[in-house]
């Protein structure tokens, strides 16, 4: 299946993205889901993102286990394995998205402008292979990035938990 067939399948309730999106729309469960704190970190960024000409798109926020569920099949599909899949896309059991703690920011001016900012507001750059995606980390702000991953593969919270298929 497609992603723009994923995406009519299970729609925004589900945590599908229509373009455009800013952290600012409310109304898009996607962005409104969000953890309370990385929200608020995300509009401060984009406010003061703005007074420089940049304006931050979310291309992917907060998702439902089914839809999680749904871009692993789809990348599995297109990766051909599972094990390249995980570079990409996590399980619904370990996927950041799904407990509302990542973001992913569309459009390179503003993934540049939180690359060289978003550290003053928690925003971490998690995974090198994934330039748009982003997670709070309140330690940022004192100076204490965390570590920045490959990918997804090496991060220790993608570790399916015991129990889970």
Known sequence: MTSSAV??????AHGAVPDPVTVFDDGIPAVANLDPELLGALRRAAGDAADDGVEFFVNGGWRSPEYQ???LHEAVSKY???AEAARWVATPE???HVSGDAVDIGRSEA?????????????????RNEPWHYELRP??????RPPMYADPTHDPRMRRRPGRA
Do not use: P
């Open 80 to 82: 051909g394995s599972e």
């Open 139 to 144: 330690e940022a702000i004192d100076g204490d």
């Open 69 to 71: 569920e749904r871009l």
């Open 7 to 12: 995406r009519r399948a299970l729609g925004k």
């Open 94 to 96: 370990t996927s950041a």
């Open 111 to 127: 993934r540049a402008w939180l690359s060289e900012h978003g550290a003053r507001y928690g925003l971490c750059q998690i995974y």
